[in-house]
């Protein structure tokens, strides 16, 4: 069965520090691979869309980068963190072409102090 | 337009209650639907499928509507459990986007006692 692992869970950065939150994929081979925000009472926010290796989709200017190093390996980074870059963050996968659906991680709550 | 729409809510109903959210979605070419569940600091997780022929599964009840780019959710006799955010996606299974997920902003539903 596929399983997917976002880690930390919870990270505390002073302003200006660097990023580096990792996410992988165990099961499944070329899957699609997310990394949305949601900041505290707001919905989802898609960050960034990969569909396969070195192939990353920016959906909104950020402070924010991804990359894909490996099929099922999403990493997001950023150089230096700003205040409004607090959030939980959320990797999740799925299918090319699924009729399922996609899984979430347990997600990484950032708190940027 | 956003490509996902959804009523903002909050809804605050009373146990036993039946509730309905819609919502609306911008691609026609869009080829599968889903309603997920994120509770409190937690990631979404599917609740259900949505098919073409309506589907049911205990007190939930999904409804698409292709020629209006509509999907439903109704909720019978409320559980204070049920309380949570529910999101509707859609899944553009065709073309180039390889099956990217695309999430309304969520309905958040409460049910008191």
């Known amino acids: 069965s596929q399983t997917i692992h976002q880690w930390p869970a919870t990270l505390v950065q002073p302003v200006g520090s660097p990023l580096s939150l990792e996410c992988t994929v165990e099961?499944?081979?070329?899957?699609?691979l997310y990394w949305y925000r949601q900041a505290a009472g707001r919905g989802l926010q898609l960050l960034f869309y990969s569909v396969g290796i070195g192939q990353i989709s920016s959906e909104v200017p950020q402070n924010l980068s991804a990359s894909r190093p490996q099929d099922r390996q999403f990493i997001l980074s950023s150089k230096k963190l700003l205040l409004s870059d607090s959030g939980f963050y959320l990797c999740?996968?799925?299918?090319?072409?699924?009729?399922?659906?996609?899984?979430f991680g347990s997600g990484t709550r950032l708190t940027v102090v | 337009r956003k490509e996902v729409e959804q009523d903002p809510g909050p809804f605050n109903v009373p146990e036993g209650a039946t509730v309905a959210f819609n919502c609306t979605y911008s691609n026609s070419a869009s080829q599968s639907f889903f309603w997920y569940r994120q509770d409190c600091r937690k990631e979404p997780k599917l609740l259900m499928s949505v098919y073409s022929s309506g589907n049911e599964d205990g007190r939930f009840t999904a409804q698409l509507n292709r020629a209006s780019q509509y999907i439903s959710l109704l909720i019978r006799d409320s559980k204070l459990s049920d309380s949570a955010t529910y999101l509707c996606v859609v899944n553009d299974a065709g073309g180039t986007s390889y099956g990217k997920l695309t999430f309304g902003q969520g309905t958040i539903l409460t049910v008191h006692p």
């Open positions: 999740a996968w799925s299918a090319h072409h699924s009729t399922v659906g996609g899984t």
């Open positions: 099961g499944t081979s070329n899957p699609n």
